[in-house]
Nanobody
Framework: QVQLAESGGGLVQAGGSLRLSCAAS????????MAWFRQAPGKEREFVAV????????FYADSVKDRFTISRDNAKNTGYLQMNSLKPEDTAVYYC????????????????WGQGTQVTVSS
């Protein structure tokens, strides 16, 4: 069993930065691939970034590539999403999720989810 809790969201002006954290409970967190998704009002949840558990490979949605950086510290059972050069279209609830196996871009494949943290970017 893995429980996830996001933090670090808030209100920021366009061009600013935020760092989201995802604290995990459970000793097996390090064996899960970890991802961030987001959901804007009236839109479907979308993939943002993922980091694999074994060798830390990372993949990003095109919309955030070169602006966001995903990382994890398995010793601290924590994942991160550093968000730079934020845009109003980045406004959404951001969720972290843990995946044992499957298509990392498919939110239905994920085993555990956090409650989400709101990120609002003003223009």
């Amino acid at each position: 069993q893995v429980q996830l809790a996001e933090s670090g969201g808030g209100l920021v002006q366009a061009g600013g930065s935020l760092r989201l954290s995802c604290a995990a409970s459970g000793r097996t967190f390090s064996t899960y691939t970890m991802a961030w998704f987001r959901q804007a009002p009236g839109k479907e949840r979308e993939f943002v970034a993922v980091i694999t558990w074994r060798i830390g490979l990372t993949f990003y949605a095109d919309s955030v590539k070169d602006r966001f950086t995903i990382s994890r510290d398995n010793a601290k059972n924590t994942g991160y999403l550093q968000m730079n050069s934020l845009k109003p279209e980045d406004t959404a609830v951001y969720y972290c999720a843990a995946l044992r196996s499957g298509n990392y871009r498919d939110d239905q494949a994920y085993d555990y989810w956090g409650q989400g943290t709101q990120v609002t970017v003003s223009s």
